[in-house]
């Protein structure tokens, strides 16, 4: 039995079909399993043992050929893998994605099932065409982990525990305390992460707001650590600037293994609605999310140990990177109600 997962992007969409994974392993022990994901989200699932081999697709580094005007070294690349992804013939394809980027790849690629929602989804780019076997539409108002288990039903699989199984190692682990030495981070006390930073500018809580939840976090006797991406190091140390304490800047040091390992020995994570969020879901670590223009009931922190904070107001949500309200889902979002959170959380009183 050869199957072969497509779901590209993006780290949280991945995250949220680990799930599906972990049941198709246990439902086919000795299948060969396969997954196509991008670069930037491949290390989600990179060492996996419930995978025989990632295929990983290096779609910007085309596109970035492509606008530098080298068609040929784009259509190399491509060509190459692509030959790659049909050197395996499937039995059974599902596309996750549902989208028409996967749905190039679930044309070319070959397999005798290809299977993935019809007609119907929500922003689905018309990639039901390229199915032989489409599994009827189902309601987009649910989690997105849910909807990838709900797929799975469709062809007869039954999942009835989530496991993440996020493939983080002693490696990782290693590298991740080498890491702590080097910034002098305190792990004597518990370890508090934020995260604060977005690629939506609808996403953004404000950085005064961020350094006033932290002061307030090191008076409670933790380590307040910023994680972020190497584009989130100047906003984050422009938060700190509006610090009366101190905090480490880890952004950019951390590769999402490191970073999983960082939060699997932390005591919570504060965060903006982004893929780090759902790392942390995935291995356990309770979150504090801040939500605005999406919605947590689609792509919130998956599991009950977890406290999505929002605004009820008649705009939100909106699932735009623009506003025209004056950002008012995340202005009206204040300091006392994270704190509150925070306190819950911690067990550190009223």
Known sequence: MNILIVKTSAIGDVIHTLPALNCLRLHYPEARIDWLVEEAASEAVLGSCALTRVLISPRKKWLKLLRSGRLVAAWLGFREFIRELRSTEYDLLIDFQGLLKSGIFVSLARAKRKVGFGKGMEHAEGSWFFLNEPIPPVDMN?????????????????????????????????????????????????????????????????????????????????????????????????????????????????????????????????????????????????????????????????????????????????????????????????????????????????
């Open 142 to 350: 649910q989690h997105a982990l849910k909807r990838e288990l709900l797929l799975l039903e469709g062809i007869g699989l039954q999942c009835k525990d989530i496991v993440f199984h996020f493939p983080v190692g002693d490696e990782h682990r290693h590298q991740l305390e080498v890491l702590l030495k080097e910034n002098s981070v305190d792990v004597a006390q518990p370890l508090v992460i934020i995260n604060p930073m977005t690629t939506w500018p609808t996403k953004h809580w404000y950085s005064d707001r961020f350094a006033q939840v932290s002061d307030y976090l090191q008076t409670l006797g933790v380590t307040v650590v910023f994680t972020g991406g190497p584009d989130d190091v100047f906003g984050i140390s422009e938060i700190m600037k509006s610090m009366h304490s101190q905090g480490i800047n880890l952004a950019g040091k951390t590769s999402l293994k490191t970073l999983a390992a960082l939060y699997e020995r932390a005591a919570l994570l504060i965060t903006t609605d982004t893929g780090p969020m759902h790392i942390a879901a995935a291995v356990g670590l309770p979150v504090v999310a801040l939500f605005g223009p999406t919605a947590p009931w689609r792509t919130g922190p998956w599991g009950d140990d977890h406290h999505v904070l929002r605004v009820e107001l008649g705009c939100s949500p909106c699932l735009k990177k623009k506003c025209s309200y004056n950002h008012e889902c995340m202005d009206k979002l204040g300091v006392d109600q994270v704190l509150a959170a925070v306190r819950t959380v911690l067990g550190a009183g009223h």
